[in-house]
């Protein structure tokens, strides 16, 4: 298997524009989660889904963030406006339940800036 | 609210060393605790512990869960250059959704 892909892997944009991350999670993997890294906050929880469906989303940041999952194999993360405090590494993580299902398994997520 | 705190948050040794990394939580329902190594990229799995007392084994790398003392430590001995990477400590409750710490940074000089 490939791994969790995502794209892009790196993305420049102005304050104000619409931003969508991708990400493709492990085949077979029932869940997948969406995280934010940042050296002042560490990597945080923003929402994850269990079988398409979101389950919490309490860690998304403010109405500007949105996630969708059409499907077992695509999500993706928007940010609308975008804001420079948005600048960050995005992870896609997916993982599967019944082999353990905490053992996530991280993307190699898309950097983020925001001018 | 599930927490995990790591100490130290940054150590820099020479190769050759040992090192020990620490891992203290608190959880509801604990699940089990999961190491990760993050270097320049994304994090990748090293151990996950459920049972304590029964050390996970991975060349220089060896972790034990302490359940009683809700603690975890990381050791790697005889470290190397490519050790050099933020090492991630994680928590699962009856969520099974991991709570991660904030990491220890480790730097291996040659």
């Known amino acids: 298997d490939a791994g969790v892909i995502q794209s892009p892997r790196h993305e420049v944009t102005e304050m104000g524009q619409e931003v969508t991350l991708r990400c493709k999670p492990i085949?077979?993997?029932?869940?997948l989660f969406w995280y934010r890294q940042t050296m002042m906050r560490g990597l945080e929880l923003l929402i994850y889904?269990?079988?398409?469906?979101?389950?919490?989303d309490s860690g998304m940041p403010e109405d500007r963030f949105s996630a969708k999952m059409p499907n077992a194999s695509f999500s993706t993360l928007k940010i609308q406006p975008s804001e420079p405090r948005d600048s960050a590494v995005y992870f896609c993580?997916?993982?599967?339940?019944?082999?353990?299902?905490?053992?996530?398994?991280f993307g190699p997520g898309t950097r983020l800036l925001v001018l | 609210e599930d927490k995990v705190v790591q100490s130290p948050l940054s150590l820099v040794v020479h190769e050759g060393d040992t090192v020990t990394l620490n891992c203290s939580y608190e959880?509801?329902?604990?699940?089990?605790l999961l190491w990760y190594k993050q270097e320049k990229k994304a994090p990748t799995f090293l151990f996950m512990l459920?049972?304590?007392?029964i050390e996970k084994k991975s060349g220089r790398l060896s972790s034990i869960l302490d359940k009683k003392e809700l603690f975890s430590i990381l050791n790697i001995t005889a470290t190397q250059t490519g050790d050099s990477a933020v090492y991630l400590c994680?928590?699962?409750?009856?969520?099974?959704?991991?709570?991660f710490g904030r990491g220890t940074s480790l730097i291996v000089h040659p």
């Open positions: 459920t049972s304590s007392g």
């Open positions: 959880v509801t329902n604990f699940r089990s």
């Open positions: 889904f269990n079988n398409n469906v979101p389950i919490d």
């Open positions: 085949s077979g993997h029932d869940y």
């Open positions: 993580a997916s993982s599967f339940r019944q082999g353990g299902g905490e053992t996530q398994y």
């Open positions: 994680a928590v699962a409750g009856g969520s099974y959704i991991p709570t």
